[in-house]
């Protein structure tokens, strides 16, 4: 017995973000109640490799134990009070939205003559169009895309724009972030379709390119129903502290996400604020969903209920909070990226985070973010990835030279034909 009381085991243990990155031929078994149904429903068309074992003695030496419910550490635990010392693997059954791997339309999906899977483009275009208006819709029999959602570049104020666009391709650090960019800001809807299909299952929105050890300390500007909470929870253990602000607190956390918390030993805290440069008060309009649009200070949108908030700076919430140590920053804050960047450069100078920004919010900001932050940041790395069959969703990742980067998972590629 070691001196925690459990068996001596190898008490490996992997968080992981996507499916791409579950070992090759991997025999798992699930250890947290109700989980792997879903993840073996994602992973039949896609990783066909990976099998599941029905209890102990089928998992053999050489598998490992899924880790997927909202207490996972605590699941993990009881694994190895049980004598289950085999390699764990957490992956949160949290779906992010329906833009990740956990919501694919995977009963579309087939495989394709030499194995890999595809999906045939109508019933892809079928399933944009089930999710609504804001996409796009059909007429006549057409379907017509939701322009807007396409293309910024189109949009992107006149000023300087292509010596804006050359200065911010000119600091991305690999080819892969320039040809992201470009696509994002230029590509039609049948490109960004393929290319988002491409690579849903190989990574999974603010984890690409930034790397979290447990005990980590990360700051999670914006979040709604906080579908990355448990992915934060998984990769710093209990050890580690999750500072989260938004205007609306945790009033909007899905019901996964609230057990994750409730479970968690560690340190997840929340502020209810708005982001801004300085301590102020502000009206913010409100969807019914509980977004608030941070970019919208005093100005009603229709349809919207405006609400009066305090707003905060991250320097301030850093200096009551007495962080002395910082490992990322995750901002998504509904177009006011600008405005919290520049209440948190005094942070950001101390402590030197990892940097996981939204910059889809304004068509300006595909550029003028990446400028700003390359400009100002001595040291830092930028790299750019897309999470959407649509412009939105791109986020720009900062990574300090001191840091290494997360390497690039292994793609799984799902054809669009």
Same mark, same amino acid.
């Given at each position: 017995?070691?001196?925690?009381?459990?068996?001596?085991?190898?008490?490996?243990?992997?968080?992981?973000?996507?499916?791409?990155?579950?070992?090759?031929?991997?025999?798992?078994?699930?250890?947290?109640?109700?989980?792997?149904? @879903?993840? #073996?429903?994602?992973?039949?068309?896609?990783?066909?490799?990976?099998? $599941?074992?029905?209890?102990?003695?089928?998992l053999?030496?050489?598998?490992?134990?899924?880790?997927?419910?909202?207490?996972?550490? &605590? /699941?993990? /635990?009881?694994?190895? &009070?049980?004598?289950?010392?085999?390699?764990?693997?957490?992956?949160?059954?949290?779906?992010?939205?329906?833009? /990740?791997?956990?919501?694919?339309?995977?009963? #579309? *999906?087939?495989?394709?003559?030499?194995? !890999?899977?595809?999906?045939?483009?109508?019933?892809?275009? /079928?399933?944009?169009?089930?999710? !609504?208006?804001?996409?796009?819709?059909?007429?006549?029999?057409?379907?017509?895309?939701?322009?807007?959602?396409?293309?910024?570049? #189109?949009?992107?104020?006149?000023?300087d %724009?292509?010596?804006?666009?050359?200065?911010?391709? !000119?600091?991305l650090?690999?080819?892969?972030?320039?040809?992201?960019?470009?696509?994002?800001?230029?590509?039609?809807p049948?490109?960004?379709?393929?290319?988002?299909l491409g690579?849903?299952?190989?990574?999974?929105?603010?984890?690409?390119?930034?790397?979290?050890?447990?005990?980590?300390?990360?700051?999670? +500007?914006?979040?709604?129903?906080?579908?990355?909470i448990?992915? $934060?929870?998984?990769?710093?253990?209990?050890?580690?502290?999750?500072v989260?602000?938004?205007?609306?607190?945790?009033?909007?956390?899905?019901?996964?996400?609230?057990?994750?918390?409730?479970?968690?030993?560690?340190d997840?805290?929340?502020?209810?604020?708005?982001?801004?440069?300085?301590?102020?008060?502000?009206?913010?309009?409100?969807?019914?969903?509980?977004? +608030?649009a =941070?970019?919208?200070?005093?100005r009603? *949108?229709?349809?919207?209920?405006? #609400?009066?908030?305090?707003?905060?700076?991250?320097?301030? *919430?850093?200096?009551?909070?007495?962080?002395?140590?910082?490992?990322?920053? %995750?901002?998504?804050?509904?177009?006011?990226?600008?405005?919290?960047?520049?209440? +948190?450069?005094?942070?950001?100078? &101390?402590?030197?985070?990892?940097?996981?920004?939204? *910059?889809?919010?304004?068509?300006?900001?595909?550029?003028?973010i990446? !400028?700003?932050l390359?400009?100002?940041?001595?040291?830092?790395?930028?790299?750019v990835?897309n999470?959407?069959?649509?412009?939105?969703?791109?986020? @720009?990742?900062?990574?300090?030279?001191?840091?290494?980067? %997360?390497?690039?998972?292994? =793609?799984?590629?799902?054809?669009?034909?």
């Open positions: 017995m070691d001196g925690a009381g459990f068996p001596s085991a190898r008490r490996d243990t992997t968080a992981l973000a996507n499916i791409a990155d579950l070992p090759r031929d991997a025999r798992l078994l699930a250890v947290s109640p109700g989980t792997g149904p @879903l993840l #073996r429903r994602v992973l039949e068309p896609l990783r066909p490799d990976v099998t $599941f074992a029905d209890d102990a003695a089928e053999g030496r050489d598998g490992y134990l899924y880790v997927g419910g909202p207490a996972m550490h &605590r /699941d993990l /635990d009881d694994a190895r &009070r049980r004598g289950l010392d085999q390699a764990a693997l957490i992956l949160p059954e949290a779906s992010t939205s329906y833009y /990740d791997f956990w919501s694919l339309p995977v009963e #579309r *999906i087939h495989a394709t003559d030499d194995g !890999g899977p595809q999906i045939a483009a109508p019933a892809f275009e /079928d399933y944009v169009a089930g999710l !609504g208006d804001f996409f796009g819709h059909y007429r006549q029999g057409v379907y017509h895309h939701q322009g807007q959602r396409y293309q910024p570049w #189109r949009r992107i104020a006149e000023h %724009k292509k010596s804006r666009l050359e200065a911010a391709i !000119g600091v650090h690999e080819q892969r972030s320039r040809e992201t960019l470009l696509a994002v800001l230029a590509e039609p049948e490109a960004m379709w393929r290319r988002w690579q849903v299952c190989s990574g999974l929105e603010y984890f690409d390119c930034v790397t979290l050890e447990p005990g980590a300390v990360v700051l999670n +500007a914006g979040v709604h129903g906080g579908g990355e448990p992915y $934060f929870m998984a990769a710093i253990g209990e050890a580690g502290r999750i989260n602000v938004d205007p609306l607190g945790d009033a909007y956390l899905s019901p996964y996400v609230r057990a994750a918390v409730d479970a968690f030993a560690g997840c805290r929340f502020v209810a604020a708005a982001l801004h440069d300085t301590e102020a008060t502000v009206d913010l309009p409100v969807e019914n969903g509980g977004m +608030a =941070g970019n919208s200070i005093g009603p *949108i229709p349809g919207t209920t405006m #609400r009066r908030f305090p707003a905060r700076s991250i320097n301030a *919430i850093a200096a009551e909070l007495a962080l002395d140590r910082l490992d990322l920053i %995750k901002m998504d804050v509904e177009g006011a990226e600008p405005r919290a960047l520049e209440g +948190a450069m005094r942070t950001i100078e &101390r402590l030197r985070p990892q940097l996981a920004i939204s *910059i889809y919010h304004e068509p300006d900001h595909f550029l003028d990446l !400028g700003n390359a400009r100002t940041l001595a040291g830092y790395r930028f790299y990835r999470y959407h069959f649509i412009a939105n969703e791109t986020i @720009l990742y900062a990574v300090p030279v001191e840091r290494q980067t %997360k390497p690039a998972s292994q =793609g799984i590629e799902i054809a669009l034909v």
